[in-house]
């Protein structure tokens, strides 16, 4: 993810459900789950906040590598944009790299996809003619009510999440044995009975390292397993 906001409100959010990202490029480590961008600094990193016209002219200087991640995400990735104004100057440059690279590709559009998909509360005619070539454009405007778009976005997002999510993470987790099905409950008790099958020797393999990530995305506790490693350790020590 990338962002322009200087707050701490997606670490907070990712760390409290349990995917603490690495944030760029102050904290990068390899071994988060995701990364986001700070592309114009963080509160808690105030001289490195871009806030004014002579910290956007100085932006180059300073942040050539983050404009770089960027830019290859434009020509790798799909990215979607919420709540971006596209009217930021180091971003307008930042494409504008991207359409040179690009070259004759970038100016066909009926060759080429578009490097993303832009979701804008309102209707600005304008900016969707600038961008008509780059972006797909989604409008959550209904009529002249600001609040039934408000609504909207705030459907359009729950249903996202929803699409990006895994629906069998919750599979060994017995907090959500309530809302499972009898045929996901039969699975989630096999999968168990395999689990508690598993010699000691068995754990040790590399095969079974591989089954035991997956029983944990599924929802299950590494804990047991790690103590039951630690116990058998403990006795071929002694």
């Known amino acids: 993810m990338v962002t322009t906001n200087y707050d701490r409100l997606m670490e907070t959010a990712a760390a409290g459900a349990g995917r603490p990202l690495s944030v760029l490029p102050y904290s990068p480590s390899e071994a988060s789950r995701g990364w986001l961008l700070k592309l114009h600094g963080c509160l808690e990193h105030p001289s490195d906040i871009v806030l004014t016209r002579s910290d956007f002219l100085r932006y180059d200087d300073r942040r050539a590598a ?13 990215m979607l944009f919420v709540g971006f104004s596209l009217q930021d100057d180091n971003f307008h440059r930042i494409a504008e790299d991207v359409r040179k ?12 996809s578009p ?3 832009a979701i804008a509360m309102s209707s600005k005619t304008w900016l969707q003619r600038l961008w008509s070539h780059d972006l797909h454009w989604i409008e959550m405007e209904s ?3 600001n609040l039934e778009a408000a609504r909207r976005f705030e459907i359009f997002l729950d249903r996202l999440s929803l699409e990006a999510t895994d629906p069998s993470g919750h599979l060994l987790d017995h907090d959500f044995e309530g809302a499972m099905s009898s045929a996901e409950l ?3 008790q096999r999968l168990r009975a395999l689990s508690a099958a598993v010699t000691p020797d068995e754990r040790r393999t590399a095969a079974w390292q591989r089954i035991e990530q997956l029983l944990v995305d ?3 506790s590494p804990e047991r397993s790690s103590r039951t490693d630690v116990a058998d350790r403990r006795d071929r020590i002694s």
């Open 186 to 188: 039969s699975l989630a």
């Open 218 to 220: 599924f929802g299950a």
């Open 115 to 117: 490097f993303g998909t």
């Open 143 to 145: 009529g002249t009510d």
């Open 66 to 78: 983050l404009r770089g991640i960027v830019q290859a995400m434009l020509m790798t990735r799909h």
């Open 101 to 112: 690279a690009l070259g004759p590709v970038a100016s066909a559009p009926h060759s080429a």
